[in-house]
Nanobody, 119 residues
Framework: QVQLVESGGGLVQPGGSLRLSCAAS????????MTWYRQAPGKERELVAA???????NYADSVKGRFTISRGNAKNTMFLLMSRLKPEDTAVYYC?????????????WGQGTQVTVSS
C-alpha cells in the first residue's frame, strides 16, 4: 500500500552539490515526521536531518550549514539539498517517515540511494 522511493543519488566531486528526493505513494492519510538517514559500509545508520509536519527542522552536527531538508510543494514529497559535499558524506541515503493510513500508523523506509563523493 505505502511506498517511499528515493532518487537523486550519484557521483559528485568534493565541494559539489546534490539534491535527493523522496516520494511517498499509496493510500496515505497523513505524514508526521520525515527524516533522512545515511549508512556507510561497516558503519551504523545515522540520522542526518528531520522535518516535522509543521516545518520544524533539525540536523546532525556533521551536516549543519551544508544540508537543507524541505518538504515539497507536491503532496508527500521531501528533499535534501546537499552542498559543499565531503568524501565522508559518501553513504547510502534513506528516506524514513511515520505515515498514517486507514489501517493505522507505521514507520516506513525507502530502499536507499547511493551518494558517492570523490574526485
Amino acid at each position: 500500500q505505502v511506498q517511499l522511493v528515493e532518487s537523486g543519488g550519484g557521483l559528485v566531486q568534493p565541494g559539489g552539490s546534490l539534491r535527493l528526493s523522496c516520494a511517498a505513494s499509496g493510500s496515505i492519510f497523513s505524514i508526521n515526521v520525515m527524516t533522512w538517514y545515511r549508512q556507510a559500509p561497516g558503519k551504523e545508520r545515522e540520522l542526518v536531518a528531520a522535518i516535522s509536519s509543521t516545518g520544524s527542522t533539525n540536523y546532525a552536527d556533521s551536516v549543519k550549514g551544508r544540508f537543507t531538508i524541505s518538504r515539497g510543494n507536491a503532496k508527500n514529497t521531501m528533499f535534501l539539498l546537499m552542498s559543499r559535499l565531503k568524501p565522508e558524506d559518501t553513504a547510502v541515503y534513506y528516506c524514513n517517515a511515520g505515515i498514517t493510513t486507514a489501517w493505522g500508523t507505521n514507520n516506513y523506509w525507502g530502499q536507499g540511494t547511493q551518494v558517492t563523493v570523490s574526485s
